[in-house]
DNA sequence: GTATCATCTGGTGTTAACACCAAGTCAATA
DNA sequence: TATTGACTTGGTGTTAACACCAGATGATAC
């Protein structure tokens, strides 16, 4: 797969792709001998994986660091899972968050319609 | 009240205080004669309301608008409701999607958990 | 063979949202 | 009265996460 379908298939723009495989946020992709990406359904895991991740705020620095142990083999299984724990926990704080400022511009927005009776 | 205690309150920098009303998030504050900020009820009604949004990620514009429209009177209701609603919806939006986010990463780390049994 | 592509690498530019700094003012204190 | 300390403004620096650009290469179309 080009980098071009890869693009189109996940809605990112081609800069991205290179950006994140420069910076290991996915494994080295695999090239055509001329040096030309040609992504396959490993790579393309990552990259949705990666890109789902990305699109909620997990920092790019935590992915790096796990897609790095991940390079590494089973021996680092239960630092990535306390790593994706950490995750975890973080993404329920800010959820639990974001609802609790939910409901209070809920309710500033019902105070707008009772003003509106008046 | 005195920038360094109100900074104290909230938990933000005085840098940030400054630059909250240099932009128009918050409306002006109060001054004493020799031109030092003297924060009242309503100034820290506005900075704790503005800082609970920007913690959620509203972003700074949306937030200058909303105070620009306030500080144009009770004709602007209208439009700051369809505001706030516009942003409740975006929350509503981008909680289902860390909601998502969230049960994916549980059970990636389920996995986890299934392999180290075997 | 040459014009047209898509791709490559390496480097620089951008944006949001502050953080930091310097030079000046003023009030209180020793 | 001299020093200390908090505050002021105006300006520059920082960081993350890409976006954009230029020049070179290699395959394909004509």
Redesign the pocket.
Known sequence: M????V?EKYS???????????VG?IPP?P????????YDDYSCGWIEFIHCM?KT?????VLVEYVRLYQQGSKTKEIRKELLLTELNRLDDRIANLQATRERLASKIENYDDLEKS
């Open positions: 080009l980098i071009s379908e693009s990112m723009t081609q800069d991205t792709l290179r950006y994140y495989e420069r946020l992709v090239r055509k001998p001329n040096g030309i990406r040609d990305r705020g997990v920092p790019v620095e």
